[in-house]
RNA sequence: GCUCAGAUGGUGGAACUGGUAGACACGCAGGACUUAAAAUCCUGUUCCCGUAAACGGAGUGCGGGUUCGAUUCCCGCUCUGAGUACCA
């Protein structure tokens, strides 16, 4: 038979389903090795042929070490929260949960198409609550540690307790909060519970922080800063306003040194880690205090204190403190520049120039990041009226404010010395401030001169010395006369932790005299409560401050789907017509629609009216329901949330017309606040904690799962950790750098510190696979004398002689950039009549490359191409395609070579009339050599990720066996084995037409390489002459460089190219070349 | 601006440690089979000159350099893509 790629892709994919193939083993004495793609979310759109590139290269990998003996763990599943689904919910009212459900099934099945080896039983999804459970899990014990800077590492907050209650604050080395207190045991021991909890709170890896965000209270909601533009949202288009707000931040700043250097010891992409160290951004400096000198208009006394809050120290004196990685350059400061929002900017400013910074304060407000951003010349500032002294040398220094300096960076404060930063030296030329030379060697005539070489000068104790030691002089006298000390500074925040959304993981903390307490373990997991509808209360709260109950949405999809059946049998009793007028029925008194059937926690309500401050339900099916059980169950739950109802029979409903109904409804006594929120507070006293976790928080551990997915009593066991350990290979785009793969090596770190991990890094080995983008297709409209676009498209060679212009065409009716005219005519209606001026007879479209999307008519979706050319085509087309981390263009063009490929390897084991036929005869040493040379190329390139070349190498293959007309088993066999992990299917098929037992080329042996198949006698030696290449000479590889250099310069080719003259120099490299120098 | 990656035929790309540039595939052109088309097979295909062919010249973004020899190493530049941003 042909190759029948629809039957037989059909076959193996059922097969492996089937038979649980590709299930990894938790108990296996071979080797093992984790094979990881980067955790997709589900969107609605399904893949497109993008999302497959990268598990298409690890599932080769993953069949490949099978083959090489290994026992593979390549999973897969579904980072199920997320923003879209509750986008859909909004606007749809449809939960989240069932639009998520589509959406993972589209995918599934999607997946399967494309002949994965993933052990489907190790699924996992971040939104189900045995999933969830585990990451509220970790939030606690992140919430019940703190970091010990003395060692290292997180430690259970128990062990703080306990030093604070032996010896006080002393001795404890923490990264912390600013603002921690100094106590001893017996303070420590006076103090409140809320004053305790207060303190350890500043301690916690996961604490509540007062953070900036983009509030819109158009959507009443916070938005992502990319859903920002220009301060505006992006959806609508209304103001966002910053706004502070109580959120759950993770101290990952605990962990900067440690991400940083576990950079070093982990193979990773060098780009992507250089992501990561620009991101975590270590500076090695000092941190310098500026003592403040009394501005005029403060008497000496009362000035001291006021500005003592923030800067002072137990003498009462007070200060700005700076950060500097150049304090050698102290002796060149001449102003001090503060943000404008700098906290000591109100106390520093005085009374004459108070107008002035006020208005540049408002300025600076103004403007958004985007702003700031993008003006880099303009240099703007203004003078508060107050001075610091230099601590080195006592000067008396300006200070400034400039929207050039941030608060959050740093201490919000920098020593300007103009003489060495150009900012710094465009803002003292502006002002017209002092710009002094502190090097010798240093040019200021016309910019700053950053340099370190050379020596010191106008610059105390350090003139004349070098960079290196003026730095360690200056910090040794800053540190001496306590104004200053080394210190290393990271421009990593900590991570904010928290969303006031909907579809994320509710945080498993509730509230007792304004702070936060976890829950009892017992009671994970916590899960999502159903509401009413998505968006925030009417009183700005999160969604989840709608929520009446906590309930599990697992029993809410059964209580749906029993509804559901109920529901088709009473439409068919009652007029269609009339529950499509009741609803959305206007009730004029209430000024508010009839909502059919409605969602309340998880029964759903024929009818609702919905206000801020009571609910009124309508039931139409209370008489008429044999099922009493049920009937009664509805009642009881609207009782249960104090939700007043009405009944209407059928009767009612036929004989009444829309008025008396809505008459009716209004002579109901509604009574406000019937709808008390006290019943699913925790333990029925305290508030939950109404926020939900990010989008990382499921991500972040979620390769733990799979080890040992099924666990209901850990997040995975500790046998299951301790074989499989960390990732070996773990392939995903790099847009993940600073998100995904910061946090997860941060959770990772953690969870080491707190023994449940054992490795320090839990990705060894990462591969960014490239983007792929889409490639647009045009055809050209021609214009008319007026201006005007006209009914005829000129093909794209012969533009330039006319006036066009270009519009998207689908390029599905595209072919080689040749446009398929009928179908064109048929894709738009006001085409139908197109008129084309061609080229060759035919219409040639302009290319572009951009962004796949809809909007561009360049999408293409894997499902046609799998239907048109099989699954095993499209996976050896997408490698085929280049290199795997290069970003390229999609583009068709080339598929029809793969496929025909695959037909000719078919061939191979068929005879003429596509009968199976196989030879038992011995082997050529031709066939031999082509074998071996197969094994080895697909070897070393699956070993070094270049999956295009190993595709290229298995055309030549089959090329040379076909030429041979080679059909012999010994071969062929092997071959199989070795295209397996590409093409999964084919290789199955022909595995068991050889008369191997079905599925067991999984994790058949991958075959050995023998050298001696390759050895050659001859090289045909290229000679060149001055490195040109001239000739061919064939000679015996054993053969030594001074006779090969005989023989050449002896051959009659050569001699024609010397022309009687000698050779200045011979050059022979053996089994290479030869390069002859006249 | 800074950091990183990249630039090779009409197209996707190959050339792994400096050693025959353009493998493999698409496309295109010509041919075979066919009444014809599709499918399949064969031949050619970097450019220029010449032109049946041999042969000659140029050529891996641009300009230099190191080397017997450079797509590969070094210096300077241009362009493209990604990340990041007044980071002290």
Redesign the pocket.
């Known amino acids: 038979m042909d190759y029948q790629f629809k039957d037989i892709e059909k076959k193996w994919q059922q097969f492996w389903a089937d038979n649980n193939t590709f299930k990894a083993d938790n108990n296996s004495s071979k080797p093992k090795y984790y094979v990881l793609d980067m955790f997709p979310y589900p969107s609605g759109a399904g893949l497109h042929v993008g999302h497959p590139l990268g598990y298409i290269a690890s599932d080769i990998f993953a069949r490949y070490k099978r083959n090489k003996g290994f026992n593979v763990l390549h999973p897969m599943g579904y980072d199920s929260f997320g923003l879209p689904a509750e986008q859909y919910a909004i606007q749809t009212g449809q939960h989240p949960s069932l639009t998520t459900e589509a959406n993972i099934n589209t995918y599934r099945r999607q997946l399967d198409q494309i002949g994965f080896s993933f052990d489907w039983s190790r699924e996992v999804r971040t939104s189900s609550p045995d999933y969830y459970k585990w990451t509220q899990w970790i939030f606690m014990q992140l919430f019940n540690s703190w970091y010990n800077k003395a060692a290292e590492k997180a430690e259970s907050i128990d062990s703080l307790v306990a030093h604070f209650e032996t010896k006080g604050s002393a001795g404890i080395v923490a990264v912390s909060d600013e603002d921690t207190l100094t106590f001893t045991v017996d303070e420590w021991k006076a103090l409140s519970e809320k004053a305790k909890q207060e303190e350890l709170l500043k301690y916690r890896l996961t604490y509540l922080r007062e953070s900036t965000v983009n509030w819109c209270a158009a959507l009443g909601t916070v938005l992502a800063n990319d859903e920002v533009k220009d301060g505006f949202s992006e959806r609508g288009g209304y103001p966002v306003e910053q706004k502070k707000m109580m959120q759950w931040s993770m101290r990952i700043t605990a962990y900067a040194e440690r991400l940083l250097q576990g950079l070093d010891t982990i193979d990773w992409p ?2 992507l880690k ?2 990561q160290r ?1 991101w975590i ?1 270590k ?1 090695v ?1 000092a941190s310098v205090k500026f003592p403040l000198s009394l501005s005029p208009t403060l008497s000496e006394g009362e000035g001291a204190e006021k500005v003592s809050p923030i800067g002072g120290d137990s003498e009462g004196a007070s200060y700005i403190e700076v ?4 304090v050698d350059t102290i002796f060149g400061v001449s102003f001090l520049v503060i ?1 404008p929002e700098h906290e000591l900017v109100a106390e520093l400013t005085t009374v004459e120039q108070k107008a002035d910074i006020d208005a540049y304060i408002a300025q600076t407000k103004k403007k958004s990041e985007l702003d ?2 993008a ?2 010349k303009t240099v703007s500032g203004a003078f508060t009226g107050s001075y610091v002294t230099n601590p080195l040398n006592g000067d008396k220094i300006p200070v400034w404010i400039a ?4 608060a959050g ?2 201490t ?1 404060a ?2 300007a010395v103009p003489s060495g930063d150009q ?1 710094d030296y465009l803002f003292a030329k502006h002002f017209d401030l002092p710009i002094i030379p502190i090097i010798d060697i240093q040019n200021i005539e016309t910019e700053a001169d950053p340099t370190k070489e050379g020596k010191y000068i106008n610059s105390d104790f350090i003139n004349g010395l070098g960079y290196k030691e003026a730095t360690a002089a200056t910090v040794a006298k800053l540190e001496e006369i306590g104004l200053g000390k080394a210190k290393v500074n990271f ?1 990593m925040r900590d991570a904010i932790f928290g969303r006031q959304r909907y579809w994320g993981e509710p945080v498993p903390v509730y509230f007792r005299n304004e702070l936060p307490y976890l829950i009892d373990e017992k009671e994970l997991p916590l899960e999502l409560p159903e509401i009413d509808k998505y968006l925030p209360t009417e009183t700005g709260e999160p969604p989840l401050g709608r929520a009446t109950k906590w309930v599990n949405p697992l029993t809410h999809s059964k209580f749906d789907y029993a509804l559901n059946n109920y529901r088709d049998r009473y439409y068919k009793e009652i007029s269609e017509a009339l529950v499509f007028k009741l609803n959305n029925a206007l009730s004029p008194k209430y000024g508010t629609y009839l909502k059919k059937e409605a969602l309340i926690n998880d029964i759903i309500i024929d009818f609702l009216i919905d206000m801020p401050t009571f609910k009124l339900a309508i039931d139409i099916t209370y008489y008429k329901t044999k099922d009493t059980r049920r009937a009664n169950a509805r009642r009881k739950y609207l009782k249960y949330y104090r939700i007043p109802y009405l009944q209407f029979t059928e009767d009612e409903l036929v004989k009444l017309d829309l008025d008396s109904i809505i008459k009716k409804i209004e002579r109901f006594e509604i009574r406000p606040q019937l709808f008390s929120a006290t019943d699913w507070n925790y333990h029925h006293q305290f508030e939950y904690e109404l926020s939900t976790m990010p989008g990382w928080a499921g991500s972040s551990w979620y390769w733990y799962r799979y080890m040992d997915a099924d666990n209901n009593t850990e997040f995975a066991s500790e046998k299951a950790i301790a074989y499989w350990k960390d990732v070996d290979l773990y392939i995903g785009g ?2 993940h ?2 998100g995904h793969l910061l946090y997860s090596r941060f959770w990772n770190k953690f969870l080491k510190d707190i023994g449940k991990a054992i490795e320090e890094e839990p990705f060894k080995k990462l591969i960014n696979q490239g983007m792929i983008q889409g490639r647009s297709n045009f055809v050209y409209r021609l214009i008319d004398g007026e201006g005007r676009g006209t009914n005829t498209f000129v093909s794209h060679g012969l533009i330039k002689e006319y006036k066009t212009s270009p519009i998207h065409v689908d390029v599905n009716i595209v072919e ?1 950039d ?1 446009l398929n005219i009928n179908k064109f005519k048929t894709w738009r209606e006001d085409f139908a009549d197109a008129e084309f001026i061609l080229e ?1 007879g035919k219409y040639i479209c302009g290319v572009e490359v951009e962004k796949m999307s809809k909007s561009k008519f360049n999408v293409v979706n894997p499902d046609d191409l799998i239907e048109r050319y099989g699954a095993d085509t499209l996976r050896m087309y997408e490698m ?4 795997l981390e ?4 999609w ?1 068709t ?2 598929i ?3 496929f ?2 695959l037909r ?1 390897f078919w061939r191979l084991f068929h005879d003429a009339n596509w009968n199976f036929v196989v030879s038992n005869d011995a082997p050529s040493k031709a066939e031999l050599k082509a074998l071996h040379k197969i094994i080895k ?1 697909v070897e ?1 390139d699956i070993e070094r990720f ?1 999956f ?2 190993s595709v ?1 190498s298995f ?2 293959a089959v ?1 040379e066996l076909t030429d041979l007309k080679c059909n012999k088993r010994a071969i062929l066999e092997n071959l199989v084995i070795v295209l397996a992990p590409y093409a999964p299917h084919i290789a199955e098929e022909l595995w068991s037409l050889l008369g191997n037992s079905e599925g067991t080329i999984s994790t058949a042996a991958y075959p050995k390489f023998q050298p001696e198949y390759l050895v050659e006698d001859e090289f ?1 030696y ?1 000679v ?1 002459f ?2 040109k ?2 000739t ?1 000479i064939s000679l015996p590889l054993t053969m030594q460089p001074a006779d090969v250099e005989a023989a050449v310069l002896a051959h009659a080719d050569v001699q024609k190219h010397l022309d009687g003259k000698a050779p200045k ?1 011979v ?1 022979v ?1 053996k089994g ?2 030869v ?1 002859v ?1 006249v």
């Open positions: 060098e780009p250089e992501m620009n951004g500076s400096g950060f500097t990685t150049r943000a700031r951003m003006d880099t929207d050039y300096v941030l960076y740093g919000g920098v020593m900012r421009r790099s847009e750098a600073t080689n040749v060759n085929f395609l280049g290199p290069q970003s390229k263009p583009n063009n080339g029809e070579g793969v025909k490929f000719k190329k070393e270049s295009n070349t290229s055309m030549i090329n045909a290229p060149s001055n490195g290449v001239r061919n120099k050059i490299v290479r070349i390069n120098v």
